[in-house]
């Protein structure tokens, strides 16, 4: 194992130091791409995906927003931006501040900002209820901030409330990480029957467009089972590219970090890595030669590059 490696995971720095790009850029977007990642079981690496693919996009050159939906605020501390006490999310969806107020850039990249959780947000699904068009304060927002950027995330937690039918009805995407176990599609169907009803009442031009295996352990039968369910059910919307089960993507948070800077040669950096380029290539602005999804393969036993 290289010293290299050693030195980015022992390293006791709250912040990553200098800045992270990729020397091929990744294609941007014919206008922005707003992604709701969501999945309301616990546990199936829906903040990981998020902080992971969106540290990739920026590191290709794509300005790129996270906001961290979730009240415990495991995304603002995967990047390393305080979120305790400072005014975050929570506070714009209360319209007491203005959402380009909290915007926080993410030390390391070049172009990755974050709109921090507070420890106020737990108090969000009770307060939202008597507000008018409570479904909608997200998306209101967002409209004033979105053509900053070329791709925006949005880290649900783990429920089928409020602050999650908000990220619904402000995202044109759904991207949904689903664990490779024996439970991953069983709570699928309630999270599409929400979906469907988002998108029939409250937000039309939402899109499942995004399916991602998480925590996969190639050796298993039982992980296989469960790719080869997805990819039946979901040909299109499925990228087939495993996040593998790693430690090391395990270890990045509690070094207030991303897996990218954590260990960028790691198999579950370079996966995120692949992913984030076939989301780029997806969502390309038109006259672009098309990319045909579905066929980049990954060598999990292999040494490869970053990109």
Known sequence: MSQGNDDSRETSTPSVVGVRRLKEAMAKPAST???????????????????????????????????????????????????????????VLMGTHEISSVVQKVAGFPSLDCISSNTSLANAEINLVSMVARE???????????????????????????????????????LIPIQAEYYALEGLSQLLETFAVVKKRLNPSLNLSTILLTMFDGRTRLANDVAANVRAHFPNELIDIPIPRAVRVSEAPSYNQTVMTYDPLSPGAIAYMQVAREIAERGKAKGVTDFDSNVVSINYKKDGEIA
């Open 33 to 91: 791409r707003i992604f709701t990642v969501a999945n309301q079981k616990g546990g199936v690496g829906k903040t990981t995906t998020t902080v992971n693919i969106a540290a990739a996009l920026s590191m290709g050159g794509l300005r790129t927003l996270v906001i961290d939906l979730d009240p415990q605020g495991n995304a603002s501390t995967a990047l390393g931006v305080p979120h305790r006490d400072n005014a975050g999310i929570y506070e």
């Open 136 to 174: 909608l304060q997200l998306k209101e927002a967002l409209e004033t901030l979105s053509a900053n950027y070329d791709y925006i995330f949005i880290d649900c937690p783990p429920s089928l409330g409020l602050l999650t039918v908000n990220a619904f009805a402000a995202a044109k995407e759904l």
